[in-house]
């Protein structure tokens, strides 16, 4: 029996790991929304609608974060007591800053978009290579929670300057 305090995972039917099957993710998404969605309960009355439509809201909210490879190890690490805390915990590990600093420098004197697309895929690999590493500190045998929750802050940073990269090639396409 589903309850709406669930958490993610077991609302899905799916088990607390970071390294999800998207397939079974997005099949057991229209599985819930077929049952739960509110024109099925049209006979049952406003009320019976009203409830289906919390369930809808509550699927469609847990599908989005488990959908997602880095709101759903923010959420696993919630879940497991270490609160990812990205907006007062900044600390960052000084390698990574000067990588960070590096790429904005990098950003800043691109010229073409051929530069700026090359950074890009170069931060892409990097952030591949994060997500490896975080899927194996959240779904090792003793997951490593503490790690996985600075990890996230550090993708957090490159999701930022990823949005950052589109931008200033935005800006290169409107000026041609």
Known sequence: MMKLSDDDFSLFGLPQAHGLDRGALDTRRRDLQARVHPDRFAAEGAAAQRLAMQWAVRVNEAHQRLKDPLSRAAYLCELRGVAVDAERNTAMPTAFLMQQMSWREALEEASTVQDIEALDKAVAAQEREMLDTL????????????AAAA???????????????????????NTR
């Open 135 to 146: 899927t194996q500190q959240l779904d090792a045998p003793q997951p490593d929670n503490t």
């Open 151 to 173: 990890q996230v802050r550090a993708l957090m940073f490159l999701a930022r300057f990823r949005q950052d990269i589109d931008r200033r090639l935005d800006q290169l396409d």
